[in-house]
């Protein structure tokens, strides 16, 4: 990856690696245990709005659909389409490659680990004006990233799968 | 999503969300609760099984697929790293990430009590450049830290002429992250 990667974080190595996702899963269960569901919800606001503050400056200037094409690349057996359009940027993801490498590896999934995918990108998408909503989950989902407005029906959390 | 690519990145910036949220106390739960017992539970039961054998077995293919830079040496009585290129360290380095006030503690966070459950202690060093060095010995075992190049040779990380930095945290047979004097 070259210092001009659309990804913020630029590393030398080209595709992760996966043992980290048993790391996320088990930060995601700490944090829950310790504060509840609602202190993990925070916890993925505040690192969506700090943390991927690069991530929100290249998604106001149009980046969304470069993003995660460049994002999904580097993560270990995703399978992701994404698509454009003039309304929205649509990922189909086929494959989650974090629900994959834990069910490969037989480990106890947090239920709610999908949801973090809306929580962060949620808090990513404001700063530059849009927003997302994700249906599915516990392995594939479709999330749509596409501009806030007053009539966009807000987020149904039952929309998105129980992970096991 | 967030991902494993720049998993340190986001990994770093968790510990200063956890110390604002509940100090020092909390993120030494979450490196031992979090990771030692449950995201690298995998490196918990070989040591445990294993002993020296184990720790070869975890920290061979691990560090290889991090990509990182360094030397094993092992005897009946000693499991030694000398680590040349901390792939997690040099990745927050290159990119400027430091939120949390000494990262490298968290590897003394989880490894620590890890080694403390699984009978051994550790002689350690981490100078804050991305490089450091471990010593695991059984915890009856009285040998004190090895000489520089005593154990590795030429491979022996405190022979670079890198090596010594403003801010280097030791730390002697020792199972706890807080275990540590500065020299």
Request: aromatic fraction near 12%.
């Amino acid at each position: 990856m070259t210092s001009d990667s659309v990804l913020p974080y630029p590393d030398t190595k080209t595709v992760g690696h996966a043992d980290f996702y048993f790391a996320t899963n088990a930060t995601f269960r700490f944090i829950k245990q310790r504060h509840g569901i609602e202190g993990l919800r925070r916890y993925w606001q505040d690192i969506g709005r700090e943390y991927y503050r690069p991530v929100s400056e290249r998604w106001s200037k149009n980046g969304v659909a470069e993003y995660w094409r460049a994002f999904f690349a580097a993560e270990p057996s995703a399978q992701v389409q994404v698509h454009e359009s003039p309304d929205e940027v649509r990922l189909e993801v086929k494959i989650c490659p974090l629900i994959r490498h834990l069910r490969e590896h037989g480990r106890e999934i947090v239920p709610e680990i999908c949801q973090h995918c809306y929580f962060v990108s949620e808090a990513i998408a404001q700063p530059a004006g849009l927003a997302v909503r994700v249906c599915g989950g516990n392995g594939s989902c479709t999330q749509r990233f596409m501009k806030n407005h007053a009539a966009l029906e807000p987020q149904n959390l039952e929309d998105i799968a129980t992970a096991s | 999503m967030m991902g494993c690519y720049d998993f340190c990145g986001h990994y770093e910036w968790t510990f200063e969300w956890l110390n604002r949220l509940g100090g020092h106390e909390l993120v030494k739960a979450y490196w031992d609760e979090a990771i030692h017992r449950d995201s690298q539970l995998h490196a918990s039961e070989l040591i445990r099984e294993k002993g020296f054998e184990g720790m070869k077995e975890y920290w061979g293919p691990t560090l290889a697929d991090e990509g990182a830079v360094y030397e094993r040496t092992m005897t009946k009585d000693v499991f030694r790293i000398d680590m040349h290129e901390c792939p997690s360290k040099g990745f927050l380095i290159r990119n400027g990430l430091d939120q949390y006030s000494d990262y490298c503690n968290h590897c003394m966070g989880w490894i620590g009590p890890l080694m403390k459950q699984a009978g051994f202690v550790i002689d350690h060093e981490h100078n804050h450049r991305g490089q450091c060095w471990w010593e695991m010995r059984r915890k009856d075992n009285a040998t004190p830290a090895s000489a520089p190049g005593e154990l590795s040779g030429e491979d022996d990380v405190r022979l670079r002429p890198g090596w010594q930095s403003e801010h280097t945290d030791h730390y002697e047979r020792a199972t706890d992250p807080d275990d540590k004097t500065a020299i």
